[in-house]
């Protein structure tokens, strides 16, 4: 919950959001740990409650127990503390390209979101190292491979409980270092784990989470671009902007659609400039497009809330009811519902690809792009013969999101029994919320692609007189003139590998400020 300077986000006081962990990936924001006195029991609670039962040689599964299967293997009490250290340590096996530093932050501050629940038993020293990791920027180096997403994230959340007792590399000042060595330059002490804390810090949905959360809010902003490219797109292709009437949509009452297609006909200037084509109707790409885009406007509500109710539970295993004196074992480490989430929200964006990918093809075809030159070359004359314009760059649109809609399978139907068939189903979620991070990267590609397509069709219908630059509205005028100042008019064929990645950027970065209603 952000605190009331706007800033400072606090740690068990209340529900985060998306935008709060998105919030902490990317910015150096300070973040604190609440210090209400309910929450302070709770975390108190929790830990006097755990060492009664040690005191009292309890049996608890992970701390009196072997991991896993390995449950059968009573553990003797004089080896109970160093149980917490093997687990970090066995799971260090994890594989493939690493997070980014900003990936790592979200996966601390999901996990900090979970443990800070008050139901996980573990102790203040490790929620205030984990504090100062997210506020000193220590960020553990956690590979993107390994986990099945139930038992939770086990492997790549044992680089996070790694970092914490001074072990693996962590990202730190723009290099890769030693934990123990970034402690000791930032005068922070290791912790040694206690019974449950390295099961609390390992067993739970952190990872997927943290990538879900960041995934969210980039479709979240695909969808609201690729509207507006929509906009541009019949613009550049003489399109029928009655196609979006509201009269039209009032008939079909999906709410997200019906918002998709009122900014176009926004966009279009419907009500002042109406662009009555003498073509009744338009191609699917442009006419259906709220009809594809709506799809996961219209998701996004209950993607909201699958991914917002992860990150504020406790999921990891047993739970640890320290005021109610219970132990309760389960299975919240499951990832079943983020799985879910990620498997719907790529196959939605992948959609989106396919879409830009189709108006990009109209605009580049002299066949179906309404009088705009072959290729969208701007080149005048004879050297229309020898330049190629958009040609090669829809080539590339076609492969980009062949790549996204081949990745559109769902991860969550791939359980695997594993662990000597204790984890005999499992949810896949971490691999679904990596596809769909790949997914969203590859549809911004072509979103890149298709919207520079759709500014450089426009600047030639003006050029030619086709169309008024007075006739745009103030938003879709605005920013093609921001495109154009970075994006010359291609005459000349020349590499466009930078722009195509200057402009993936920008996306990333939300650049434009896109239908503030919402």
């Known amino acids: 919950m952000t605190s009331e300077n706007g800033k400072k986000i606090l740690f068990g006081e209340g529900n985060l959001t998306i935008e709060d962990i998105v919030n902490v990936a990317k910015s150096n924001d300070p973040i604190a740990l609440s210090q ?9 609670a929790g830990v006097r409650f755990l060492d009664q039962i040690l005191k009292e040689e309890g049996h608890i599964y992970g701390v009196t127990t072997g991991y896993g299967d390995s449950v059968m293997f009573e553990v003797p009490y004089d080896l109970v503390e160093e149980l917490p250290m093997h687990l970090t340590r066995f799971h260090g096996c994890g594989l493939g390209e690493f997070f980014t530093p900003e990936q790592s932050r979200a996966i601390l501050a999901t996990r900090l979101a979970s443990l800070s629940r008050g139901y996980s038993g573990v102790s203040w020293n490790l929620l205030d190292l984990l504090v100062e990791l997210l506020n000193r920027d220590i960020l553990p180096v956690i590979p993107q491979e390994g986990s099945v997403g139930a038992s939770g994230d086990l492997t790549p959340l044992s680089y996070v409980a790694g970092t914490l007792i001074g072990e693996r590399d962590t990202y730190y000042k723009g290099e890769v270092v030693r934990a123990s060595e970034a402690f000791e330059k930032e005068g922070l002490t290791p912790i040694k784990l206690r019974p449950k804390e390295g099961l609390a810090v390992m067993n739970g949905t952190a990872v997927m989470t943290a990538l879900a959360c960041t995934a969210y809010k980039r479709a979240e902003y695909s969808t609201k671009l690729m ?37 176009i006909q926004n966009d279009l200037n419907h009500h002042e400039h109406p662009r009555n084509s003498h073509r009744l109707q338009d191609r699917y790409s442009i006419r259906c497009a709220p009809h594809v885009i709506g799809v996961l406007e219209d998701s996004l509500p209950w993607l909201r809330s699958m991914i917002e109710n992860e990150l504020n539970s406790a999921n990891d295993n047993p739970i640890i009811d320290g005021i109610g004196e219970h132990i309760l074992h389960g299975g919240h480490f499951y990832g079943g519902h983020i799985a ?27 066949k179906m792009n309404h009088g705009l030159p072959p290729n969208l070359t701007a080149a005048q004359g004879d050297r229309r013969h020898i330049n190629h314009g958009f040609k090669a760059i829809q080539i590339g649109c076609s492969a980009w999101t062949a790549e996204a809609l081949k990745l559109t399978m769902p991860a969550s139907v791939f359980s695997r029994s594993t662990e000597c068939h204790n984890q005999d189903k499992v949810s896949m979620g971490t691999i679904a919320a990596r596809d769909c991070l790949r997914v969203l990267q590859l549809t911004e590609q072509v979103l890149a692609a298709t919207l ?7 600047r030639i219908r003006i050029l030619a007189k086709e169309l008024s630059k007075d006739s745009l509205t103030s938003d879709v005028r605005v920013m093609v003139d921001d495109i154009s100042s970075f994006f010359d008019l291609l005459e000349e064929d020349r590499p466009t590998d930078q722009l195509l990645r200057q402009t993936i950027g920008y996306i990333q970065e939300e650049r434009w400020a896109l239908y503030e209603e919402h």
């Open 36 to 44: 209400a006195e309910d929450f302070k029991e709770k975390i108190n």
């Open 227 to 263: 509207t507006r490219i929509t906009a541009l797109s019949s613009l550049a292709l003489k399109g029928n902007s009655n196609h979006f009437d509201d009269i039209l949509f009032s008939v079909k009452p999906h709410p997200g659609q019906n918002r998709v297609a009122k900014w």
């Open 340 to 366: 879910m989430a990620m498997d719907s929200m790529k196959n939605c964006v992948a959609n989106l690809a396919d879409l830009a990918d189709r108006q990009i093809a109209t605009m580049v075809d002299i």
């Open 452 to 458: 520079l397509a759709a500014v450089q069709g426009i």
